[in-house]
Nanobody, 120 residues
Framework: QVQLVESGGGLVQPGGSLRLSCAAS????????MGWYRRAPGKERELVAT???????NYAGSVKGRFTISRDNAKNTVYLQMNSLKPDDTAVYYC??????????????WGQGTQVTVSS
């Protein structure tokens, strides 16, 4: 089994910053793509950012230039640095990982979510 544990959410004022972390643990052979998604109240879950094992990144247009995704492969951890936060960024943020459980088997895993609230 593989577990993803997120941390770093909370309440922040508009214009502020937060850093989310997500650590993967368990029976991991390797991790391919890792990413962050979010679900705002009354909306569908949406992609925030992804990063490959080689460090290639992809961002939603709404966060480009404000958020930075990074990872530490040695620690099986992905980060999301969020700057210039806006009330529209308020959502539950979920970590995801495409995990290779062996050389022949992959599976997708999700964290439990962490709340980010941007409000004055």
């Amino acid at each position: 089994q593989v577990q993803l544990v997120e941390s770093g959410g909370g309440l922040v004022q508009p214009g502020g910053s937060l850093r989310l972390s997500c650590a993967a643990s368990g029976s991991i052979f390797s991790i391919n793509r890792m990413g962050w998604y979010r679900r705002a109240p009354g909306k569908e879950r949406e992609l925030v950012a992804t990063i490959t094992s080689g460090g290639s990144t992809n961002y939603a247009g709404s966060v480009k230039g404000r958020f930075t995704i990074s990872r530490d492969n040695a620690k099986n951890t992905v980060y999301l640095q969020m700057n210039s936060l806006k009330p529209d960024d308020t959502a539950v943020y979920y970590c995801s990982a495409d995990v290779a459980l062996s050389r022949w088997r992959n599976a997708d895993y999700w964290g439990q979510g962490t709340q980010v609230t941007v409000s004055s």
